[in-house]
């Protein structure tokens, strides 16, 4: 069986890569409790998330503490990583912005999919002629983060993201799993779940997500492309 440890998120500030168009000066601290909920006595250790600066601009790769594993101790990275892959994500699907997909995923099915729901996305709010209604910010709360060990390890994170408009804004939640790839932090899953989004629609709306090998079942890939 599996060791499963949870990291149960207190929210001290919410995350917030509020900006104006592209700009940022807001700094955020989320607060983790790491414990073994399958230890009779479990021993917390708070940790601190934090996010800094503009996250319109992307780091160049996201490191592991080690090169061959994945650890609790990198729950910070992988929070901050899947924060500004969501933030580049919703600039790019209504204003246009580019997102470098490579910075955070390398699996191709997964690249190539993802990069077909911005584009198809984005085809779809221009001619409808709504993109003149851009999106000025991004706060997200992380709803979940779990740590799940064994052969595979991989984060489990459910953020929850409100998207601000120059009219308006709307909310929805997004799962990511992230992994460790020789050394660097990449994500391997990435469903939204709201209704009637992209990944409900394509993939189906009752999809559980807990698989970190999904994109690399040919069979399974075939069924949404």
């Not at 790839?181 to 994500?187: E, Q, R």
């Amino acid at each position: 069986m599996k060791k499963r440890a949870y990291l149960l998120l207190i929210i001290v500030l919410t995350l917030s890569a509020c900006e104006q168009t592209n700009t940022s000066t807001n700094e955020e601290n989320t607060a983790v409790v790491i414990g073994n909920m399958n230890a009779k006595e479990s021993k917390n250790t708070e940790i601190s998330l934090s996010t800094k600066g503009d996250l319109s601009k992307v780091t160049s790769e996201f490191l592991a503490q080690n090169e061959s594993d994945l650890s609790a101790g990198d729950s910070e990275t992988a929070y901050k990583m899947c924060t500004e892959a969501l933030s580049g994500y919703y600039k790019a699907i209504w204003n246009g912005s580019e997102i470098d997909l490579d910075t955070y995923i390398d699996n191709e099915n997964l690249k190539q999919y993802t990069q077909k729901k911005v584009s198809s996305q984005y085809d779809l709010f221009l001619k409808n002629k709504f993109t003149y209604n851009q999106v000025t910010g991004v706060d997200i709360d992380a709803r979940q983060v779990e740590y799940v060990g064994g052969d595979k390890s991989f984060f489990y994170l459910k953020l929850d993201a409100r998207v601000h408009k120059d009219i308006g804004n709307f909310a929805e939640p997004t799962e990511f799993l992230v992994q460790n790839s020789n050394g660097k932090l990449v994500i391997v899953d990435w469903y939204t779940s709201s209704k009637d989004s992209y990944d409900s629609s394509v993939r189906g709306d009752t999809q559980i997500i807990d698989n970190p090998d999904i994109w690399n079942n040919s069979k399974w890939v075939s069924t949404i492309k």
